[in-house]
C-alpha cells in the first residue's frame, strides 16, 4: 500500500512528528497549558485551511466516488474537530470569533500554504499524499498515547484532546483517509512519480513536526 511504503521511506522523519516531545507533553500531562492553548488556536486556523484542501480535493476528483471520499474529509473538519476546538477554548474564555481573528503563526502559514499548492499545482493524489501525515497521523498518534493509563484519565489536562483522537469516530477518518490515498494509487501511481510523492509526505511530516515545536516555543 502507498501510505506505508511512503511511511516507511520517511521514517525518521515520521518518528520525529508522532514522537515530539509536545505529543509526549500531553501524554503525561507535563505540557505547560500556554503550549497547548497557542497550539490549539493556531490549529483551529490551520484547519480552516485544511477544509479548504479537501474542498479542492472535490474539486479535483474525477468521478462522484472521488468527491464523496474528499467529503468524508472535509465533513470529519467542519463537523468534528472544529467543534472539538470551540469546546476546549471555549474552557478558558475564549470564542470562535476571537479564535479566528489570532494571527497566523509562521508554522501554520508555511504548512497550509505547502498543502494548497501541491494540490493546486499537482493532481489528487498529490494532494492525497500532502494530507495524509495529518489526517493519519493524529490517528496514529493518538491510539499510541492512549495505551498510557495516565494520558485517558481525567487528571490529564489533555485527556479529552487524547480520547477524541483516539476514538472510533476519528479513528475511521484515518483509516477512510489511508483508504483513499491507497485506492487512488490503484489508477494514478507508477513508480516513477514515487520519489516526488516520497518528497511530498517529507515536506508535510516536517510541517507537521514544525508545528508541534511552534507550541513548545511559545513558552520561551
Not at 500531562?29 to 497550539?39: E, V
Request: proline share 3%; hydrophobic share 45%.
Amino acid at each position: 500500500m502507498l501510505f506505508d511504503r511512503l511511511k516507511a521511506a520517511n521514517g525518521s522523519e515520521w518518528r520525529a512528528f508522532t514522537h515530539h516531545a509536545f505529543v509526549e507533553g500531553m501524554a503525561d500531562g507535563s505540557l505547560p497549558r500556554r503550549c497547548f492553548q497557542h497550539y490549539l488556536v493556531q490549529d483551529y486556523l490551520f484547519l480552516i485551511h485544511f477544509a479548504r484542501a479537501y474542498a479542492l480535493a472535490i474539486y479535483k476528483g474525477r468521478s462522484l466516488a472521488d468527491m464523496c471520499a474528499s467529503l468524508t474529509g472535509l465533513k470529519a473538519i467542519l463537523d468534528v474537530e472544529m467543534d472539538l476546538h470551540v469546546r476546549l477554548c471555549g474552557d478558558w474564555g475564549l470564542g470562535p470569533d476571537a479564535i479566528e481573528q489570532a494571527p497566523e503563526g509562521r508554522a501554520t502559514m508555511a504548512y497550509t500554504r505547502y498543502v494548497l499548492e501541491t494540490g493546486l499545482r499537482g493532481d489528487l493524489l498529490d494532494l492525497y499524499v500532502a494530507l495524509a501525515p495529518c489526517v493519519v497521523g493524529y490517528g496514529e498518534i493518538a491510539e499510541r498515547i492512549a495505551g498510557s493509563p495516565f494520558a485517558i484519565s481525567q487528571a490529564n489536562p489533555y485527556a479529552v484532546w487524547i480520547n477524541e483522537y483516539s476514538g472510533e469516530a476519528y479513528q475511521e477518518v484515518a483509516r477512510h483517509a489511508r483508504r483513499s490515498l491507497d485506492a487512488r494509487a490503484e489508477s494514478h501511481f507508477s513508480e516513477a512519480r514515487f520519489p516526488e510523492l516520497s518528497k511530498i509526505f517529507r515536506e508535510a511530516t516536517r510541517l507537521e513536526t514544525d508545528f508541534w515545536q511552534m507550541g513548545i516555543d511559545c513558552a520561551d
